[in-house]
């Protein structure tokens, strides 16, 4: 048995072997990419690379036949890259992006919920100098960014105890909006009674489903029974109007004071770190120096791995997945499009040259949006 | 410029050359599991492979270094797989799975819901012979069957329109248990009231939130006001208290039945295809022959590529990925879990393989389960 150190040395030595070749191949790429930019022709060709692989895989032992898989996967994978980059870099009316102005201080902006609400804060942190107006349902407020009442949407996508909020998802898709900004705040509930309310005196909570199940475990230790509304300040306000000591809302400390309500406990939430992050919708693409956030909507070909294979595109570019989950396709069942962020920026070539990788190697992609991402202060 | 069949040709070549190299590559890495097995360590060693990057990137143009680092994060991956195989090959107990028989004839089976939900139908279908008790919430059958009082649990993970039942995995990992089988249903909402409602009469409309969001579009056109009920026989049941004929339920046909409600219309639901997919939960972890799927769940250390590294895995044991995605870590705000399910078999070495490298490699690794897929028939 010799020594790891030799071993290793021999692993470098082929290694440089295995560059050197690698170089060359990356050479032929480029030629591709030049015979491919004046005749014509897609950059994958899916034939093409089968047979590659098959004839390779006549030379291999069977217990090394799928090791050598993926590496020529990859292989093959980082030459469609460097012929992508090459050709968008000569050509860069290749990738179509209809990007159009910011809206970055809009004066009318929608929101889901009541005043005092996680959604009316969130909104007034990122456009003080906005006017807000509260909506009944996050529909309304896509409709009316769509007909253009407003200039911008706040609507939360995620928070950091109860997950995605998954008809976000779905309302970006079917509304066709783009995200223009990404907010994090801490949110703190606070249980609140009409005058005359105690923790004991309480037997019923109203609040929205996703706050009922950030405080599970103090509504459970309490043994309260749950009561479901569509928003936590409309709990409160319903709270307010009951004027009944037996029943609490979960709400924010903001609400509960707009409605007349006796905060009985604060910071009433499971984990110590409880946030939302909410996203502004406007009506088109938009792109700025200060971006740091992409987001897109894509589906796959049916075919093993290709989901594995197009997550494989990000890391080929460099560019951090922050997020990644799938929603069903309607009338497909079991077929699913894929929500992804990743740390980039719409103006960047390598952004812009994974899009283009992306729109010519998945059945679908939509850019979502190009975004700073802002912390409200404080937030971890 | 080059015809592209010579460039081609070139390329074949190339690939030829890569191929000795490669193999002579993973000939050391059997050394260096030869070598590990005899004198221990870790076959990941990220130091060492960060190390060998960094001399590699030093000879490499830059516009082709990210290309050259996804080829060698492949090669080390690869190769790692070949050393994790077989050394798992010659010492089967490196990877430690508590396999225990399979309870596959209950004889006391609970559900969540009343009798004639879909999930009681759903236990039905699996376990024709058992004794079917219906709980108030999944909770109660995640506890029922840790203390031992049910045999097995039957719940839902998953619609083909409205997604992931995320309440489930929570409680997977909540509660310890195991999947043991794993059956698709197709959903079939019809709209019932009492005697003399008819579909102009009807105002309101009862429901569980995931039913009402199934027959969105049918609600919509008919302007109904939606309440949300904790499950679709628990809001025919209870339209048949409230003998009502402003109001209706949505629920299947057979509740419908048993609640002595009157069918209004059939087939409400938006999608021709609307099935969802329940799960058995047992108290152990089982495998049998004819099982095709295994479901695990493993959290990432916080590094950039590291998901795509880990579903690279995957590919590299050319085992496919049927289902992915995430759930907020308690405690640890924007840190996930992931679901994952594959088609495999833990009795098979490559999905024993895959599982002991992923343990090997990931912070945190749990076999959730490996199960036979059944679907009602006419289900496509």
């Not at 309500?261 to 938009?286: H, W």
Request: with cysteine; net charge negative.
């Amino acid at each position: 048995m010799r020594k790891i150190e030799d071993i290793r040395r021999d692993i470098n030595a082929i290694d440089h072997e295995i560059l050197k070749l690698f170089l060359k191949r990356m050479k032929c790429a480029e030629e591709v990419s030049d015979y491919k930019m004046a005749n014509g022709g897609q950059v994958l060709v899916p034939s093409r690379e089968t047979e590659l692989l098959d004839t390779m895989l006549k030379d291999i032992p069977d217990e090394l036949k799928l090791e050598y898989s993926s590496l020529l996967r990859t292989t093959t994978r980082v030459s469609r890259k460097h012929q992508y980059f090459r050709m968008l870099e000569a050509e860069p009316e290749r990738l179509k992006l209809d990007i159009q102005p910011r809206i970055t201080d809009p004066k009318m902006v929608y929101y889901g919920g009541l005043p005092a609400s996680y959604q009316d804060m969130a909104c007034s942190e990122l456009f003080p100098n906005a006017e807000r107006r509260p909506m009944e349902s996050w529909e309304d407020v896509f409709r009316a960014v769509v007909n253009g009442e407003a200039d911008a949407g706040v609507v939360p996508v995620e928070n950091s105890t109860a997950g995605t909020v998954n008809e976000i998802y779905d309302l970006l898709q079917q509304y066709g909006l783009y995200i223009s900004h990404s907010h994090v705040k801490v949110i703190r509930h606070c249980i609140a009674g009409c005058k005359g309310t105690t923790l004991d005196s309480v037997k019923e909570v109203y609040s929205h489903p996703q706050a009922l199940r950030q405080c599970q475990q103090y509504i459970k230790k309490h043994g309260y029974m749950l009561l479901e509304e569509s928003n936590t300040a409309v709990a409160a306000n319903k709270i307010a109007q009951l004027a009944d000591p037996t029943k609490a809302a979960i709400c924010s400390e903001a609400a509960a004071k707009l409605y007349g309500l006796e905060i009985l406990e604060t910071s009433v939430n499971d984990g110590d770190y409880n946030q939302t992050r909410f996203i502004a919708v406007q009506r088109t693409l938009s792109a700025q120096p200060g971006d740091t956030r992409v987001s897109l909507v894509l589906t796959l070909p049916h075919v093993v791995g290709s989901l594995y294979g197009s997550l494989a595109v990000f890391a080929d570019y460099g560019l951090n997945m922050t997020e990644i989950h799938s929603r069903p396709l309607p009338d497909m069942p079991w077929n699913y499009c894929f929500y992804i962020d990743f740390d980039g920026n719409l103006l960047d070539q390598d952004t812009r040259a994974l899009i283009y990788q992306l729109t010519q190697e998945c059945a679908y992609v939509r850019v979502l949006g190009s975004y700073p991402v802002s912390q409200e202060e404080g937030t971890k």
